[in-house]
């Protein structure tokens, strides 16, 4: 007997999603159709990217001093041309960019904010080492015309949509609509994303915690206490905690997200306020996060709920399973 082999695509799946809500008009699936399209004209790049020489620097800097590389450049090129002709959107913000990015007059009117991290990771492109895309989606809040920065600078517990796509063994992309999230594997052969992690749960507590911890001496005392006590506590031959750090957020959380622990980027010296972005990095992962049953954190506030002051607004973060993340914010707190 031939079993029916269980074959859903990303498209599909959006659309049968979408037949759930019988009042959309479609503008909402047509944008994140959009981001599948620009995933793998990414995607594209990136795996060959050894190949034709496209990697190295560029020689600009971006406006936070990053030196910028070729690919990030091509991903933030990339997903602007895939989507700012939708129709759907009104405005869009890239990382990369230091203002909004306007819609041209043409194609403005559309109901929706697209905002992004073209390509996160950027300083393990040479090494061959997983890196990612990230983006968040929004209503807009203003009536009609170009987007403002009051449609983008919502709290992220407004956001419609958000994902990540990760370029590593192989590539994935990973999204929620606000109904659970679900993971799709690209199969290069026939260039579609592949229904491969359906509706992902992530474990209550692990023992993994991921950080920079290079960065020790320039931690207030009660994150240095939280990591001496996951290394006292945890030492013990029979309850290990590991280490583990990629330092491409999205391939860290990533991780946290199938195996459980926590991922960490806590405020120092260097960055008194932290260093990665509420709006393109921090947003995006904790809805996931949180839709996948885990906990998201600046240390004393959900992510979620924080109202974002600039478009490169940086935070504090403390994500993954709902146990460490806790304990973790017990130790900020000083109630241990
Ligand atoms: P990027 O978006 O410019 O690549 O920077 C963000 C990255 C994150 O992916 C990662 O978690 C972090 O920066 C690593 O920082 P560090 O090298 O300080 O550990
Ligand atoms: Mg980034």
């Known amino acids: ?51 034709v020489n496209i990697l190295g620097t560029t020689e600009q800097i971006n406006f936070t001093g990053d030196i910028l590389k070729k690919l990030d ?7 602007y041309k895939t989507m700012y002709y939708s129709g759907h959107l009104c405005a869009m913000a890239s990382e990369e960019s230091k203002g909004l990015i306007q819609i041209p007059d043409k194609y403005i009117g559309g109901k929706y ?10 300083s393990n492109i040479d090494a061959n080492i ?26 992220g517990y407004r956001q419609v949509a958000a994902g990540y796509i990760i370029y590593g063994t192989s590539t994935m992309f990973v999204y929620t609509t606000g109904q659970g999230v679900h993971g799709f594997t690209l ?6 994303f592949l229904l491969s992690h359906e509706n992902i749960r992530i474990p209550q507590r692990g023992k993994t915690y991921s950080v920079n911890e290079g960065n020790f ?28 750090y990629i330092g491409t957020m999205v391939g860290d959380i990533h991780r946290t997200l199938l195996y459980g ?21 921090c947003n995006p992962m904790a809805f996931v996060v949180e839709q996948a049953g885990g906990k998201a954190s600046n240390g004393f506030q ?15 973060i403390f994500i993954g399973s709902p146990v460490n993340v806790t304990l973790c914010e017990e130790f900020l707190s000083g109630k241990r």
């Open 1 to 51: 007997m031939i079993t029916k082999p269980k074959f859903m695509t990303l498209e599909r799946f959006i659309r049968e999603q979408e037949e759930s809500f019988p009042k959309a008009t479609g503008e909402f699936t047509a944008v994140l159709f959009g981001m599948t399209l620009a995933a793998k004209l990414v995607w594209r790049e990136v795996s060959k990217a050894g190949l």
């Open 73 to 79: 450049l091509f991903a933030d090129e990339t997903l």
């Open 113 to 122: 904010v697209l905002i992004y991290d073209p390509l996160d990771g950027s």
């Open 130 to 155: 997983t890196i990612g895309t990230i983006f968040s989606m929004f209503k807009r809040v203003t009536d009609s015309g170009h987007g403002t920065l009051e449609d983008c600078l919502q709290p």
């Open 187 to 192: 199969d290069p052969s026939v260039g579609e």
């Open 217 to 244: 001496n320039l931690w207030d005392d009660r994150i240095k206490k939280y990591i001496q006590y996951l290394k006292e506590i945890n030492g013990k031959p029979d309850h290990p905690h590991s280490l583990r």
């Open 261 to 281: 622990g926590i991922f960490m980027y806590p405020a120092d010296k260097k960055n008194p306020n932290g260093k990665l972005r509420l709006m393109y990095e």
């Open 302 to 316: 959900r992510i979620l709920d924080i109202k974002p002051t600039s478009l490169h607004q940086q935070i504090p």
